[in-house]
């Protein structure tokens, strides 16, 4: 069978967006121990309020409610195709439709830590803009996710839920070709040299696909 395989990219909302949906600071909660100089007591209080919300905008791009789609992508039988910009909405629309007609098309669904990563996040964020989610693509009871999606993260885990790999260590120790970088600062990277993030973007997408087909054809799937 053949493989349709995408990914993501996302990037954070602003600081001042962040905070305000971010978990409220409790000064209160701050222990002094023994200080007395009401500076240093200040001072420890606002490190830890920095602290608080660097560790949140750290990991922002993880979370739906803390950033947004910056690029979806998807490598299938006819090509590639990237999709980026400021249309959110677009993007999410697009993309849902693109993977309900590779299903239809009896394609496998694939990707790297899509149920637990790709998935949620495209759905959450379908929430907020209000974009209807393929009734063949939504997991069912909100648990199980249609049989045509095949996670390589959850192939490569087989079964051991404490056996995890990242994609560009799974596509070499497969002797394949690996990532050529990190989507950690992709939203930093997409704003400097967008030209250089969608590379990075369509090589993920070269090896989503090749990892994918390795495995899949490894596995007996009953596909049905």
């Known amino acids: 069978m053949s493989i ?5 990219e996302t990037g954070p909302a602003s600081d001042e967006e962040i905070e305000a949906l971010a978990p409220e600071f409790k ?17 420890k ?8 919300f660097s560790a949140i905008k750290k990991k922002a791009a993880l979370r739906a409610e803390y950033s ?3 690029a979806i992508g998807w490598n299938g039988p006819d090509g590639r195709e990237i999709l980026h910009g400021p249309n959110e909405r677009d993007m999410l629309s697009r993309f849902w439709s693109a993977a309900r007609e590779a299903y239809r098309e009896g394609l496998v669904l694939a ?9 949620p996040y495209l759905a959450r964020r379908s929430f907020v803009h209000g974009v209807v989610i393929p ?8 648990r199980y996710w249609p049989f045509m999606f095949f996670d390589t993260a959850e192939a490569w885990s087989f079964g051991d839920p404490q056996s995890r790999i990242g994609l560009d260590r799974l596509a070499r120790f497969l002797g394949l070709e690996g990532k050529n970088g990190t989507g950690e600062h992709f939203g930093k990277l997409y704003k400097e040299d967008q030209a250089a993030a ?3 973007l369509e090589q ?6 090749e990892v994918a087909e390795v495995l899949f054809n490894s596995i007996e799937v009953v596909w049905s």
């Open 45 to 52: 209080v606002e490190g830890a309020r920095v602290e608080h």
């Open 204 to 209: 993920d997408l070269k090896v989503s696909k």
């Open 135 to 142: 009734k063949e693509l939504r997991p069912q009871r909100m």
């Open 68 to 70: 947004r789609v910056l």
């Open 198 to 200: 969608l590379a990075y």
């Open 111 to 119: 990707g790297h830590y899509i149920k637990s990563f790709d998935l």
């Open 4 to 8: 349709w395989a995408f990914d993501i």
């Open 27 to 43: 000064p209160e909660d701050v222990k002094t121990g023994n200080l007395t100089d009401l500076k240093k007591i200040a001072d």
